[in-house]
């Protein structure tokens, strides 16, 4: 998994039965840092030019303390959420379908069912038979996630 916010991160690794190896702040430079930011945000000129800003203080200051030599592990506390990151994650079948009956609804929030729903796209197509109820059964419901 490669672009998720460590915010989606954060709820992904709520799921106990898997494997998670998460790409490190304490040994990768992150002065160059990818940020997630919500569609919201994005969808608003106010609010992105709060967000803009935000980011550009934050990416300033985790140089600055680089710069002064602090090590990357604890300039890194700096960094929000939104700070983009990868995973490899391990699950069984049993655990996958528990993903996706929890992350795929409206209730979850935006970029966790996103991951999810692209999950269960590439499951399905390494194994329809598992996954073709749950894939059914959801795009029945959100016909327009499907599309």
Known sequence: ISGISRACSHQLVRHRLASYSQESQRYVEMSDAQWVVPPRVAADSAAMVIWVAAIA???RAYRDLRDLGI???DARYLLPN???TRLVVTMNFREL???FRLRISRQAQWEIR???LAMLRLAYDVAPGVFS???EDLNAQYPEWFA
């Open 133 to 135: 109820d749950i894939w």
């Open 57 to 59: 203080d934050v990416q």
């Open 114 to 116: 996103d991951l999810a």
């Open 82 to 84: 939104a700070t983009q």
């Open 71 to 73: 090590p990357r592990e």
């Open 97 to 99: 379908r528990h993903v």
